[in-house]
């Protein structure tokens, strides 16, 4: 039978995390409903709790490492559901987030969401931004907080961007806007891909109804080689054309 998500899900030497996220989704999803498929970006023995699990469960060996962006698009040339959801190995799942996730996609406008995010200790991380500006960005060196959000009461609210560790969007919609983009090999392919919807009226959503706990890692505060892609990526999101084109349609401060 056809599934109606396909997750995927990109390992660098993470197993255990794998086993652990796996766990969750055979103890609380619909198992008929979803697909995963696990890329294996550098070679790693998988656990033995991922050889029969109750869902389709297809494993990607790559032949050399590739970047966050060129793994899911690859993973989604297989991917068969009618919903392709891109999910961090770290992430861990307290309930089912698809029963209420998915209603909001009915909406044609909406072209990802996304739930809430916490870390283990239950507190709320900044995975709903604006867009960046360079004045920001200086102003973080500095100890100033990213622009965020206002808070809302409301069911779902609709920020600039959310982050790659979980985004929820509808296959055709993916599709549309070319996956991510591949020439960014660690970081802010989540934030481009969130302005190309932008720039084609979609609205990215963020649910307030449900959230799933993220153990953040932060390479990029500890490794020089996290750091040197971080810095490379923002620099060519600023750089590019998206960039420009939100400045143009004042989508973004200046």
């Known amino acids: 039978m056809k599934p109606q998500i ?84 770290d992430v861990r799942l307290s309930r089912d987030p698809f029963p209420i996730l998915l209603p909001f996609l009915d909406d044609p406008g909406i072209g990802v969401i996304a739930p809430q995010v916490v870390n283990s200790a239950g507190d709320l991380e900044d995975s709903a931004r604006c867009f960046p500006t360079p004045l920001e960005i200086i102003g973080k060196m500095f100890g ?52 190309r919807l ?4 979609y609205r990215v959503a963020l649910c307030q109804q449900v959230a799933v706990i993220h153990d953040a890692r932060r390479s990029s505060h500890s490794s020089f080689r996290y750091l040197k892609w971080h810095l490379a990526s923002l620099l060519r999101f600023f750089r590019s054309p998206v960039y420009q084109q939100l400045r143009k349609q004042n989508r973004i401060s200046k």
């Open 6 to 89: 396909s997750l995927s899900i990109v390992s660098h030497l993470q197993a255990k995390l794998i086993g652990s996220l796996i766990a969750d989704l055979t103890r609380l999803c619909s198992n008929d409903n979803i697909e995963v498929l696990l890329t294996l970006n550098v070679p790693e023995d998988i656990p033995p709790t991922l050889n029969n699990p109750p869902f389709p469960l297809r494993v990607l060996n790559n032949p050399r490492p590739l970047g966050f962006a060129a793994n899911h698009n690859k993973a989604f040339e297989q991917a068969e559901g009618d919903f392709f959801c891109v999910l961090n190995p």
């Open 144 to 195: 100033r907080a990213s622009a965020t959000p206002e808070p809302t009461a409301e069911e779902v609210s609709f920020p600039d961007w959310v982050a790659g560790m979980f985004m929820l969007f509808p296959r055709e919609v993916f599709r549309e806007m070319g996956g991510f983009d591949s020439q960014y090999f660690l970081y802010y392919e989540d934030v481009d891909l969130c302005a």
């Open 198 to 201: 932008a720039l084609k009226s």
